[in-house]
C-alpha cells in the first residue's frame, strides 16, 4: 500500500513506495508493454522487487515515487487501499551528482490519460527545487514514441541516439538519450 503524499498535483499524486508495493510493481513491470519499454528482459520475482524498493529508498542519491490517483480526501499518511490507486511509479537517481538519471513507467491500462507527463513533470520540479544538479538524463527506447514525446513536451532535448544498442523483445533496438539542463527548465 503506498505511504505518505510527497507531492501532488492536479490529478496524480506521487506517495512514498513501501515494501508493500512490490506486488504492484512486480505485477506492472512483468507486462510485456512495461518490461519491454524498461529493458528487462526477464521477470522479476516479489522477494527481488522487494529488495530492489529498500535499496532504492535507502539510497540517498535516489528519489522515488509511487504515482497514484487519490481519491477527493485521501488520507495524506498512509490511505486506506479504496482511497488511492497506484498507476505507476517515477524515480531519480544520482540527485546527490552533477546529474540526476529519470525513470518512469505506468499500468499501461493508465496509458495515454496524461499521468505520466503530469508526475514525471511534478518529479522534475522537486529534482532541480531540493537537489543543486546541473542536468536531469533519461533514455527511451527510438520505438518508444510516447515516451520520447513526453520528454519533449517537457523540453528534454535528444543529446544522442545509440544505434542497436540494446537487444529488447528479440531485436536490436536503438535507444535514444535526452537531457534538460536547470537554465532550460528555469527559463
Known amino acids: 500500500m503506498p505511504g505518505p503524499i510527497i507531492d501532488a498535483g492536479e490529478r496524480v499524486t506521487l506517495r512514498a513506495v513501501e515494501r508493500e508495493d512490490a506486488e504492484f510493481v512486480q505485477t506492472c513491470a512483468t507486462h510485456p508493454r512495461v518490461r519491454f519499454s524498461l529493458g528487462i528482459d526477464s521477470h522479476q520475482t516479489k522477494a527481488e522487487v522487494r529488495e530492489r524498493i529498500e535499496n532504492d529508498t535507502e539510497n540517498e542519491g535516489t528519489r522515488g515515487f509511487l504515482v497514484c490517483l487519490d481519491e477527493e480526501g485521501a488520507a495524506a499518511g498512509d490511505p486506506d487501499e479504496e482511497e ?9 537517481r544520482g540527485v546527490d551528482r552533477e546529474r540526476a538519471w529519470l525513470g518512469y513507467w505506468l499500468d499501461p491500462d493508465y496509458h495515454g490519460e ?3 507527463g503530469e508526475a514525471v513533470e511534478l518529479v522534475v ?16 527506447y ?18 544522442a541516439r545509440l544505434r542497436n544498442a540494446w537487444y529488447v523483445d528479440g531485436a536490436y533496438r536503438d535507444g535514444v538519450q535526452y537531457g534538460l539542463l536547470r537554465r532550460e527548465w528555469e527559463s
Open 114 to 116: 496524461g499521468y505520466a
Open 142 to 159: 527510438g520505438f518508444n514514441e510516447a515516451s520520447r514525446g513526453l520528454l519533449e513536451s517537457l523540453g528534454f532535448t535528444q543529446e
Open 84 to 92: 488511492t490507486t497506484p498507476v505507476g511509479a517515477v524515480h531519480a
Open 125 to 140: 520540479d522537486a529534482v532541480f527545487r531540493s537537489h543543486p544538479v546541473h542536468g536531469i538524463s533519461a533514455g527511451a
